[in-house]
């Protein structure tokens, strides 16, 4: 018997569903099928100048990921060869969460249009489908967030939900 076998998935495989696999089938570079968020805070009293700077750094040294975040997908080249999400342990961070500048005093139009060529853009479907930005220069002392995720990996209600449960009350 010298056909081989193909390899099973490992254990931390998980078979996308018909929909979810359709939200991979049907991207192309026109119809992108991501979703994303634009969360607004404002600067702690006193926070230095340097504060957003800071907020990156620590970002960045984030090495413990929970499912959502640390899945990509996988191809399964079995009898089935729907795409898997399979865990990923060296998540580039330089690449996910990013950092971007409004020429300040940045307001609702400036804002809206950097989120407008943010979302434009397709989602790296050889990574983990989703990226932070990080959005400073906006008037009134705030700042923003913008997290964008494939429609494949989160819906975007299930996706809002969870980051408002990850976001501190203060």
Known sequence: ?????????TMTDIR?????????QTETRATPNHVG???LFRLPEGAPRDFLRQLMAEFRTRRDFA????RRLKVAFNLNPAPVWTDDEAIDLEYHVRHAALPWPG????LGELVGRLQSTPIDLTRPPWECTIIEGLDDH???????MHHSLID???GMKMLQR???TD
């Open 156 to 158: 975007g209600v299930s």
């Open 37 to 39: 968020g634009l969360l």
């Open 1 to 9: 018997d010298t056909v081989a076998k193909p390899r099973p998935e």
């Open 107 to 110: 307001g609702e139009r400036e």
């Open 166 to 168: 990850a976001m501190s």
């Open 16 to 24: 996308l569903n018909p929909l979810d696999a359709a939200w991979i």
């Open 142 to 148: 705030r700042f923003g967030v913008f997290v964008k």
């Open 67 to 70: 499912p959502p975040w640390n």
